[in-house]
Protein backbone atom coordinates (compact mmCIF):
# COMPACT_ATOMS: atom_id res chain seq x y z
CA UNK A 1 0.00 0.00 0.00
CA UNK A 2 1.11 3.39 -1.12
CA UNK A 3 -0.59 6.71 0.21
CA UNK A 4 1.51 9.79 -1.59
CA UNK A 5 -0.19 13.32 -0.58
CA UNK A 6 0.31 16.32 -2.04
CA UNK A 7 -1.49 20.08 -2.44
CA UNK A 8 -0.18 21.80 1.17
CA UNK A 9 0.97 25.25 0.78
CA UNK A 10 1.02 28.90 2.79
CA UNK A 11 -2.60 30.63 3.15
CA UNK A 12 -3.90 33.42 4.53
CA UNK A 13 -6.68 33.14 7.32
CA UNK A 14 -9.99 32.43 6.25
CA UNK A 15 -8.43 30.86 2.79
CA UNK A 16 -8.71 27.33 1.41
CA UNK A 17 -7.11 24.38 0.06
CA UNK A 18 -7.55 21.10 -0.90
CA UNK A 19 -4.89 18.28 -0.12
CA UNK A 20 -4.80 15.35 -1.98
CA UNK A 21 -4.01 11.16 -1.22
CA UNK A 22 -2.86 9.35 -4.01
CA UNK A 23 -4.01 5.83 -2.95
CA UNK A 24 -2.30 2.32 -4.58
CA UNK A 25 -2.49 -1.49 -3.20
CA UNK A 26 -5.36 -1.29 -1.46
CA UNK A 27 -6.98 -4.20 -3.09
CA UNK A 28 -10.60 -4.39 -0.79
CA UNK A 29 -12.89 -2.80 -0.44
CA UNK A 30 -13.64 -2.64 3.17
CA UNK A 31 -11.16 -0.04 5.06
CA UNK A 32 -11.04 3.37 6.67
CA UNK A 33 -9.00 6.40 4.94
CA UNK A 34 -8.08 8.86 7.48
CA UNK A 35 -7.16 12.29 7.44
CA UNK A 36 -4.57 13.12 10.46
CA UNK A 37 -2.55 16.60 11.27
CA UNK A 38 0.50 17.29 13.92
CA UNK A 39 1.51 20.62 14.67
CA UNK A 40 4.94 21.03 16.06
CA UNK A 41 5.64 19.36 19.70
CA UNK A 42 2.07 18.07 19.53
CA UNK A 43 0.69 14.60 18.76
CA UNK A 44 -0.96 13.87 15.62
CA UNK A 45 -4.50 13.98 16.05
CA UNK A 46 -7.77 12.86 13.91
CA UNK A 47 -9.45 15.21 11.29
CA UNK A 48 -11.92 13.19 9.39
CA UNK A 49 -12.00 9.44 8.47
CA UNK A 50 -13.95 7.91 5.84
CA UNK A 51 -15.93 3.73 6.24
CA UNK A 52 -15.69 2.66 2.54
CA UNK A 53 -17.25 -0.40 2.78
CA UNK A 54 -20.29 1.66 4.86
CA UNK A 55 -19.84 5.01 3.00
CA UNK A 56 -19.96 7.52 5.67
CA UNK A 57 -17.64 10.10 7.00
CA UNK A 58 -16.52 11.07 10.43
CA UNK A 59 -15.27 14.19 11.19
CA UNK A 60 -13.53 15.68 14.34
CA UNK A 61 -16.38 18.07 15.94
CA UNK A 62 -14.42 20.97 15.81
CA UNK A 63 -13.54 20.91 11.88
CA UNK A 64 -16.77 19.60 10.74
CA UNK A 65 -18.37 22.40 9.38
CA UNK A 66 -14.81 23.64 7.89
CA UNK A 67 -13.40 20.14 6.53
CA UNK A 68 -14.95 17.43 4.10
CA UNK A 69 -13.18 14.15 2.91
CA UNK A 70 -14.36 13.00 -0.47
CA UNK A 71 -13.23 10.67 -3.07
CA UNK A 72 -12.20 10.09 -6.60
CA UNK A 73 -13.37 6.67 -7.54
CA UNK A 74 -11.63 6.27 -10.91
CA UNK A 75 -8.81 7.55 -9.81
CA UNK A 76 -8.42 6.05 -6.48
CA UNK A 77 -7.45 9.58 -5.05
CA UNK A 78 -8.60 10.86 -1.39
CA UNK A 79 -9.28 14.69 -0.99
CA UNK A 80 -9.49 16.93 1.91
CA UNK A 81 -11.23 20.35 0.93
CA UNK A 82 -9.90 22.72 4.07
CA UNK A 83 -12.01 26.03 4.09
CA UNK A 84 -11.59 28.89 6.05
CA UNK A 85 -8.50 27.86 7.64
CA UNK A 86 -7.52 29.75 10.80
CA UNK A 87 -3.42 29.67 11.51
CA UNK A 88 -4.38 26.53 14.55
CA UNK A 89 -4.77 24.43 11.80
CA UNK A 90 -0.75 24.86 10.52
CA UNK A 91 0.72 21.70 10.97
CA UNK A 92 1.69 18.80 8.62
CA UNK A 93 -0.93 16.68 7.34
CA UNK A 94 -1.58 12.84 6.80
CA UNK A 95 -3.56 10.39 5.34
CA UNK A 96 -3.68 7.02 6.40
CA UNK A 97 -5.58 3.47 5.65
CA UNK A 98 -6.23 0.39 7.47
CA UNK A 99 -9.13 -2.27 7.69
CA UNK A 100 -10.72 -3.20 11.04
CA UNK A 101 -10.91 0.32 12.71
CA UNK A 102 -13.52 0.57 15.55
CA UNK A 103 -11.66 4.29 16.41
CA UNK A 104 -11.48 5.81 13.24
CA UNK A 105 -10.29 8.75 14.13
CA UNK A 106 -7.55 7.53 16.08
CA UNK A 107 -3.81 7.40 14.71
CA UNK A 108 -3.41 4.54 16.77
CA UNK A 109 -6.14 2.65 14.36
CA UNK A 110 -4.27 2.78 11.23
CA UNK A 111 -1.90 0.64 9.65
CA UNK A 112 -0.50 2.92 6.35
CA UNK A 113 0.71 6.16 6.10
CA UNK A 114 1.59 8.88 3.69
CA UNK A 115 4.42 11.12 3.98
CA UNK A 116 2.43 13.96 4.87
CA UNK A 117 1.86 17.49 3.68
CA UNK A 118 2.78 20.96 5.17
CA UNK A 119 -0.26 23.62 5.70
CA UNK A 120 0.62 26.89 6.89
CA UNK A 121 -1.95 29.31 7.92
CA UNK A 122 -1.08 32.87 8.58
Known amino acids: VQLVESGGGSVQAGGSLRLSCAAS????????MGWFRQAPGKEREGVAA????????LYVDSMKDRFTISRDDVEDIWYLQMNDLKPEDTARYYC?????????????????WGHGTQVTVS
Open 96 to 112: AAGRSIYRPLDASSYLY
Open 25 to 32: GLAYRNYF
Open 50 to 57: FDVLGGTA
